[in-house]
Protein backbone atom coordinates (compact mmCIF):
# COMPACT_ATOMS: atom_id res chain seq x y z
CA UNK A 1 0.00 0.00 0.00
CA UNK A 2 1.29 3.53 -0.25
CA UNK A 3 2.65 5.68 2.37
CA UNK A 4 3.71 9.25 2.68
CA UNK A 5 6.52 9.97 5.44
CA UNK A 6 6.69 13.38 6.53
CA UNK A 7 9.24 14.71 8.95
CA UNK A 8 9.78 16.87 11.78
CA UNK A 9 5.88 16.84 13.13
CA UNK A 10 7.02 20.06 14.72
CA UNK A 11 9.33 22.08 14.93
CA UNK A 12 10.62 25.97 16.30
CA UNK A 13 13.19 27.88 14.01
CA UNK A 14 14.76 31.16 15.32
CA UNK A 15 14.05 34.08 12.42
CA UNK A 16 16.96 34.01 9.84
CA UNK A 17 17.83 30.08 10.00
CA UNK A 18 17.39 27.54 7.55
CA UNK A 19 14.42 24.97 7.13
CA UNK A 20 14.62 21.86 5.60
CA UNK A 21 11.84 19.54 5.51
CA UNK A 22 11.58 16.05 3.73
CA UNK A 23 8.36 14.17 2.66
CA UNK A 24 8.92 10.58 0.91
CA UNK A 25 6.66 8.43 -0.62
CA UNK A 26 6.26 4.75 -0.28
CA UNK A 27 5.13 2.04 -2.55
CA UNK A 28 3.79 3.64 -5.84
CA UNK A 29 5.89 5.39 -8.74
CA UNK A 30 5.88 8.87 -10.72
CA UNK A 31 3.97 10.31 -7.88
CA UNK A 32 2.70 14.19 -8.23
CA UNK A 33 4.17 15.91 -5.48
CA UNK A 34 2.72 19.03 -3.59
CA UNK A 35 3.75 21.33 -1.06
CA UNK A 36 0.89 23.24 0.75
CA UNK A 37 1.10 25.68 3.92
CA UNK A 38 -1.66 26.96 6.59
CA UNK A 39 -1.98 29.33 8.26
CA UNK A 40 -3.62 29.04 11.62
CA UNK A 41 -7.18 28.49 11.04
CA UNK A 42 -6.76 29.24 7.38
CA UNK A 43 -7.05 27.81 4.07
CA UNK A 44 -4.29 25.59 2.37
CA UNK A 45 -2.06 27.66 0.36
CA UNK A 46 -0.42 25.53 -2.23
CA UNK A 47 3.56 26.84 -2.55
CA UNK A 48 5.07 23.86 -5.20
CA UNK A 49 4.20 20.93 -7.21
CA UNK A 50 6.27 18.24 -8.71
CA UNK A 51 5.33 16.11 -12.17
CA UNK A 52 9.16 14.41 -11.90
CA UNK A 53 12.37 14.47 -10.71
CA UNK A 54 13.45 18.04 -11.02
CA UNK A 55 10.16 19.71 -12.39
CA UNK A 56 9.35 21.85 -9.89
CA UNK A 57 6.25 24.39 -10.46
CA UNK A 58 6.50 27.53 -8.00
CA UNK A 59 3.00 28.97 -6.96
CA UNK A 60 4.14 31.88 -4.47
CA UNK A 61 7.17 34.13 -5.19
CA UNK A 62 8.66 33.96 -1.50
CA UNK A 63 12.11 33.06 0.25
CA UNK A 64 10.97 29.63 -0.27
CA UNK A 65 12.20 26.79 -2.66
CA UNK A 66 11.73 22.77 -3.34
CA UNK A 67 13.55 20.28 -4.82
CA UNK A 68 12.92 16.50 -5.96
CA UNK A 69 16.44 14.55 -6.18
CA UNK A 70 14.14 11.59 -6.12
CA UNK A 71 11.38 10.19 -7.47
CA UNK A 72 9.56 9.91 -4.19
CA UNK A 73 11.41 12.22 -2.67
CA UNK A 74 10.87 15.82 -2.18
CA UNK A 75 12.01 18.53 -0.04
CA UNK A 76 10.87 22.15 0.62
CA UNK A 77 13.93 24.54 2.03
CA UNK A 78 14.98 28.41 2.90
CA UNK A 79 18.12 29.92 3.28
CA UNK A 80 16.79 32.34 5.82
CA UNK A 81 13.30 31.91 7.47
CA UNK A 82 10.97 34.77 8.39
CA UNK A 83 7.97 35.66 10.95
CA UNK A 84 6.04 34.90 8.98
CA UNK A 85 7.08 31.46 7.38
CA UNK A 86 5.36 30.05 10.33
CA UNK A 87 2.59 27.51 9.81
CA UNK A 88 1.11 24.02 8.64
CA UNK A 89 3.14 22.60 6.33
CA UNK A 90 1.61 19.52 4.30
CA UNK A 91 3.18 17.50 1.71
CA UNK A 92 0.51 15.51 -0.87
CA UNK A 93 0.66 12.78 -3.32
CA UNK A 94 -1.45 12.17 -6.23
CA UNK A 95 -0.86 9.72 -8.99
CA UNK A 96 -2.47 10.62 -12.43
CA UNK A 97 -5.28 13.38 -12.14
CA UNK A 98 -4.85 14.62 -8.58
CA UNK A 99 -8.49 15.59 -9.10
CA UNK A 100 -8.95 11.71 -8.51
CA UNK A 101 -7.53 12.68 -4.75
CA UNK A 102 -4.61 13.90 -3.19
CA UNK A 103 -2.92 11.87 0.11
CA UNK A 104 -1.90 14.22 2.55
CA UNK A 105 1.22 13.55 4.67
CA UNK A 106 0.76 14.32 8.92
CA UNK A 107 2.32 17.59 8.45
CA UNK A 108 4.86 19.99 9.87
CA UNK A 109 3.93 22.97 12.36
CA UNK A 110 6.84 24.98 11.97
CA UNK A 111 6.74 28.18 14.61
CA UNK A 112 9.37 30.56 13.44
CA UNK A 113 10.66 32.74 16.69
CA UNK B 1 -6.95 32.73 -11.57
CA UNK B 2 -9.25 31.02 -9.53
CA UNK B 3 -11.15 31.83 -6.67
CA UNK B 4 -13.69 29.85 -4.50
CA UNK B 5 -15.62 31.37 -2.08
CA UNK B 6 -17.24 28.86 1.53
CA UNK B 7 -18.86 30.41 4.52
CA UNK B 8 -16.61 30.30 7.46
CA UNK B 9 -18.61 28.71 9.77
CA UNK B 10 -21.72 26.47 9.68
CA UNK B 11 -23.44 24.82 13.41
CA UNK B 12 -25.52 22.33 13.64
CA UNK B 13 -26.93 19.49 16.13
CA UNK B 14 -26.46 15.92 16.26
CA UNK B 15 -28.55 14.21 13.61
CA UNK B 16 -29.69 17.07 11.62
CA UNK B 17 -28.20 17.38 7.51
CA UNK B 18 -26.21 19.77 6.61
CA UNK B 19 -25.16 21.97 3.77
CA UNK B 20 -21.91 23.50 2.75
CA UNK B 21 -21.89 25.86 0.05
CA UNK B 22 -19.11 26.57 -2.34
CA UNK B 23 -19.12 28.80 -5.21
CA UNK B 24 -15.66 28.77 -7.59
CA UNK B 25 -14.00 31.48 -10.06
CA UNK B 26 -11.41 29.55 -12.62
CA UNK B 27 -10.40 29.29 -16.05
CA UNK B 28 -10.55 25.88 -17.72
CA UNK B 29 -12.57 23.80 -15.10
CA UNK B 30 -11.69 20.45 -14.51
CA UNK B 31 -14.02 19.34 -11.46
CA UNK B 32 -14.99 20.02 -7.87
CA UNK B 33 -13.53 18.04 -4.75
CA UNK B 34 -13.98 17.86 -0.89
CA UNK B 35 -11.80 17.18 1.75
CA UNK B 36 -12.41 16.49 5.45
CA UNK B 37 -9.50 18.25 8.11
CA UNK B 38 -10.28 17.57 12.03
CA UNK B 39 -8.22 19.87 13.98
CA UNK B 40 -4.23 19.57 14.21
CA UNK B 41 -4.54 16.93 11.48
CA UNK B 42 -4.20 16.24 8.05
CA UNK B 43 -6.90 17.01 4.85
CA UNK B 44 -8.58 13.89 3.50
CA UNK B 45 -10.13 13.16 0.67
CA UNK B 46 -13.97 12.95 0.47
CA UNK B 47 -15.61 13.03 -2.85
CA UNK B 48 -14.77 14.78 -6.54
CA UNK B 49 -17.43 15.62 -8.85
CA UNK B 50 -16.47 16.13 -12.66
CA UNK B 51 -20.37 16.22 -14.20
CA UNK B 52 -23.01 17.91 -12.87
CA UNK B 53 -25.33 16.11 -10.60
CA UNK B 54 -24.98 14.36 -7.23
CA UNK B 55 -22.73 11.93 -5.85
CA UNK B 56 -23.48 9.87 -3.17
CA UNK B 57 -20.87 8.20 -0.31
CA UNK B 58 -22.48 6.46 2.33
CA UNK B 59 -23.70 9.63 4.73
CA UNK B 60 -21.78 12.54 2.51
CA UNK B 61 -23.07 13.36 -0.84
CA UNK B 62 -21.56 16.09 -3.37
CA UNK B 63 -23.36 17.74 -5.83
CA UNK B 64 -21.78 20.17 -8.67
CA UNK B 65 -23.67 22.94 -11.30
CA UNK B 66 -21.19 23.82 -13.60
CA UNK B 67 -23.67 26.30 -15.70
CA UNK B 68 -23.16 28.02 -11.92
CA UNK B 69 -19.93 27.29 -10.96
CA UNK B 70 -21.56 26.24 -7.64
CA UNK B 71 -21.32 22.84 -5.64
CA UNK B 72 -22.24 21.85 -2.09
CA UNK B 73 -21.37 18.76 0.23
CA UNK B 74 -24.25 17.55 1.89
CA UNK B 75 -23.64 15.54 5.29
CA UNK B 76 -26.70 13.37 6.51
CA UNK B 77 -27.39 12.01 10.16
CA UNK B 78 -24.47 14.38 12.00
CA UNK B 79 -21.99 12.81 14.20
CA UNK B 80 -20.25 14.78 17.01
CA UNK B 81 -16.94 13.18 14.77
CA UNK B 82 -17.96 15.66 12.10
CA UNK B 83 -17.28 18.29 13.60
CA UNK B 84 -14.15 19.41 11.13
CA UNK B 85 -13.24 21.78 8.70
CA UNK B 86 -14.52 21.05 5.14
CA UNK B 87 -12.68 22.72 1.69
CA UNK B 88 -13.70 22.49 -1.68
CA UNK B 89 -11.03 22.85 -4.04
CA UNK B 90 -11.21 23.30 -8.21
CA UNK B 91 -8.53 22.20 -10.77
CA UNK B 92 -6.40 19.32 -11.26
CA UNK B 93 -7.63 17.24 -13.80
CA UNK B 94 -4.66 16.66 -15.77
CA UNK B 95 -1.39 16.01 -14.75
CA UNK B 96 0.64 18.67 -14.38
CA UNK B 97 -1.37 21.11 -12.34
CA UNK B 98 -2.46 21.52 -8.73
CA UNK B 99 -5.90 22.01 -6.58
CA UNK B 100 -6.49 25.60 -5.35
CA UNK B 101 -8.22 25.09 -2.07
CA UNK B 102 -11.07 27.69 -0.53
CA UNK B 103 -10.67 29.13 2.89
CA UNK B 104 -12.68 26.13 4.76
CA UNK B 105 -15.61 25.99 6.47
CA UNK B 106 -15.67 24.94 10.09
CA UNK B 107 -18.54 22.72 11.17
CA UNK B 108 -19.61 22.95 15.02
CA UNK B 109 -21.76 19.54 15.54
CA UNK B 110 -23.24 19.54 19.02
CA UNK B 111 -25.53 17.12 21.04
Known amino acids: SQTIHQWPATLVQPVGSPLSLECTVE??????LYWYRQAAGRGLQLLFY??????ISSEVPQNLSASRPQDRQFILSSKKLLLSDSGFYLC????????????FGSGTRLTVV | GQSLEQPSEVTAVEGAIVQINCTYQ??????LSWYQQHDGGAPTFLSY????GLEETGRFSSFLSRSDSYGYLLLQELQMKDSASYFC????????????FGKGTTLSVSS
Open chain 2, 89 to 100: AVGGNQAGTALI
Open chain 1, 50 to 55: SVGIGQ
Open chain 2, 26 to 31: TSGFYG
Open chain 2, 49 to 52: NALD
Open chain 1, 27 to 32: GTSNPN
Open chain 1, 92 to 103: AWSVGAPASGYT
